[in-house]
């Protein structure tokens, strides 16, 4: 049976993300217990070559139709590899990457997919992934099956240090696999970095679905203007309109790490967390005592947010 | 210009969420389910490509509990007719089962762009949009946030991590999955919803295949230890008040 393990290496602004060495530290792990090799796949230009020491092996496609992102090239050109290299399992994030080529690749690979993945072990020579659904509600321990298989993970579930060790892996460069040519690339946006910044602030006040409406904004705001911090926002105040995009907190928003994080009607979901569950001291209030907002809180209430926010902000104004 | 939107039906996120007895799977029995949030999504932006340049769009989901209220809704909402998919078991069906029964219905349909939401809650063996569109051998692309049809392709702007946007044409047929729609989803007048219940008009038409096809075998279902868990303040709002105001007293972060 196969015994390597291929990682996705994932790049902006031609630096790795921490995400990419997360999933090295996995892939050592579980190909060392297999007798096989750590690999990493890079897509496009070389350059960063040299940060990926820890794998045994740097697979490179360097080629002008990875060179920006396109889901159909890329998944040709993986494909192709994979057909190539048959390892045991392939490792991606559970962000755009493995959320937009993780399905497509198991059907074309004939592999079965985990996502949403927090904890990967090895047992026997069965591979256990363990993913977080619902939101971050419940935990889905499963075995895939069969002999391959496709993994996305959660930023953050690995320890990033196991994938940044020194080495000289061995450079195999593999050529582009052409695709049918319907995705045409057009252009990139760098997000607007104008108005508030809520990274570098030391409180942030930050509030969620549960607020309900735009007016009631005001008063989460008032709170914010007490404590003299920033607003900050989960996904759906953002979308909505209600806030602008850079006061969004997590994956596909900011990261944020202040010194506390004052939470209000926020669930918690695993695209949230990932973008403020390393604040110094957080604090959250939700009507949901089981929200998974709680599991990372260092203090949690669940007083309605309608009561507690202007008795905060009365308090704070005298 | 034929719009299909998939949607389907998903255990409420704000209610408790119960094991079964058999430790692998939600107690569906009391759950109450609603729709998913990012199949919305996809609605709205049908309907916006739909104002703006014409198309036909069809609802289309397989028959959940109650799954009836979305339909309506979306016709409601201006889908031009909705259609469910009878005939798989009830329970936890697999994204790969999902597909392959929207995949097998398509086969008979004329249609052009395929949207749906960018991912669902219970999605273990990965999202809808990659899976139909490797089956179905055509282009896609997730985490869409913008999908404008332009003649036999559409114009679509893609989410990287942190906010950047990427932009890509596709021919058509595509499948879509959408992040956000260009606009929040609007509401449907209850009236309307009304309206659409009684004239019925829901089409039906019947699929095949297994729940669990595809996804790798689930052995235990389970709530996260409560391991990392914060403590609770307690008390009447103005006591909760004062504990936080304590706290952040106590980290330099408020005056006085
Ligand atoms: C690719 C991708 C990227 C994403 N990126 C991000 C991201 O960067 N940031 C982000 O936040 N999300 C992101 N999301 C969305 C994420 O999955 C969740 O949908 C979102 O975080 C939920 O926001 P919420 O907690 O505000 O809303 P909900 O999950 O709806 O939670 C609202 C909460 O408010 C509570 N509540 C209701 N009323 C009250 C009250 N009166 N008092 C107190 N509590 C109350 C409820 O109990 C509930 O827990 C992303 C999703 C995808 C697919
Ligand atoms: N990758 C993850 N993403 C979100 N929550 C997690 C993750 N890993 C663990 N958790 C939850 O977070 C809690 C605190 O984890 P920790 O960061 O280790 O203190 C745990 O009890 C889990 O419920």
């Known amino acids: 049976m196969a015994s390597d393990v291929l990682v996705v290496a994932e790049r902006s602004g031609g630096q790795f993300g921490d995400i990419t060495f997360e999933l090295l530290g996995k892939a050592k792990e579980i190909a060392s217990a297999l007798g096989g090799k750590a690999g990493v796949v890079l897509l496009g230009d070389t350059s960063g070559v040299d940060a990926l020491g820890a794998a045994d092996v740097v697979y490179t496609i360097d080629d002008p139709s990875l060179s920006n992102y396109n889901p159909e090239a890329t998944e040709a050109s993986l494909i192709g590899l994979l057909r190539q290299v048959e390892p045991r399992l392939l490792l991606m994030g559970t962000s755009t990457y493995g959320l937009d080529w993780g399905g497509a690749l198991s059907v074309a690979w004939d592999a079965q997919l985990a996502s949403y993945v927090v904890g990967l072990s090895l047992e026997g020579s069965d591979i256990i992934a363990t993913s977080q659904l619902y939101g971050g509600k419940l935990f889905a321990e499963a075995v895939l099956d069969g002999e391959r298989g496709i993994v996305t993970a959660i930023g953050g579930s690995f320890p990033a240090e196991a994938g940044r060790t020194g080495g000289s892996p061995e450079i195999v460069a593999t050529s582009a696999t052409a695709s049918a040519g319907k995705v045409t690339f057009g252009a990139i946006k760098e997000p607007d970095k104008s108005g508030v910044d809520i990274t570098s602030a030391d409180l942030l006040v930050s509030v969620g679905r549960g607020i309900g409406s735009q007016d009631n904004l005001e008063l989460v705001q008032e709170l914010a203007d007490a404590l003299g911090s920033p607003l900050s926002a989960s996904r759906p105040i953002i979308d909505q309109g209600w806030l602008p995009k850079p006061q969004q907190v997590g994956k596909s928003g900011q990261k944020v790490k202040p010194k506390a994080y004052l939470s209000f009607g926020i669930s918690g979901a695993p695209e949230h967390l990932e973008g403020m569950r390393n604040a110094d001291l957080i604090i959250s209030c939700n009507t949901d005592e089981n929200a998974p907002i709680f599991d990372v809180a260092h203090y949690g209430t669940t007083v309605d947010l309608f009561d507690l926010v202007p008795e905060l902000a009365e308090k704070l104004g005298q | ?256």
């Open chain 2, 1 to 256: 210009m034929r719009i299909v939107v998939a949607m389907r039906q998903l255990a409420d996120l704000v209610e408790e969420l119960e094991v079964d007895d058999s430790g692998t799977d939600i107690d569906r029995e009391f759950v109450k389910f609603v729709s998913n949030e990012w199949d919305e999504a996809a609605l709205e932006e049908a309907l916006l490509i739909k104002e703006q340049s014409g198309a036909e769009i069809v609802a289309v989901a397989l028959d959940e509990p109650d799954v009836d209220q979305t339909l309506y809704t979306a016709i409601a909402k201006g889908a031009d007719k909705a259609v469910k998919l009878t005939g798989l078991e009830e329970g936890w069906v697999s994204t790969h089962s999902r597909a392959k029964a929207i995949a097998s219905w398509l086969g008979d349909q004329q249609w052009d762009l395929l949207l749906t939401g960018v991912q669902a809650a219970d999605d273990l063996d990965g999202q809808l949009a990659g899976i139909l569109a490797a089956q179905l051998q055509v282009p896609h692309a997730a985490v869409v946030v913008s999908a404008q049809t332009e003649g036999s392709s559409v114009k679509v702007s893609q989410e990287l991590g942190g906010g950047t946007i990427v932009e890509e044409t596709i021919a058509l047929p595509a499948v879509l999955g959408i992040q956000t729609a260009r606009q929040a989803p609007r509401y449907a007048p209850i009236t309307r919803i009304r309206q659409a219940m009684q004239s019925g008009g829901l089409e039906e038409a019947s699929v095949a295949g297994d729940l669990a096809e595809g996804r790798p075998t689930v052995r235990r279902l389970y709530p996260p230890e409560k391991t990392g868990h914060a403590e609770m303040l307690t008390g009447s709002a103005s006591d909760v008040a004062d504990k936080i105001i304590e706290l952040l007293r106590a980290k330099g972060l408020v005056k006085s």
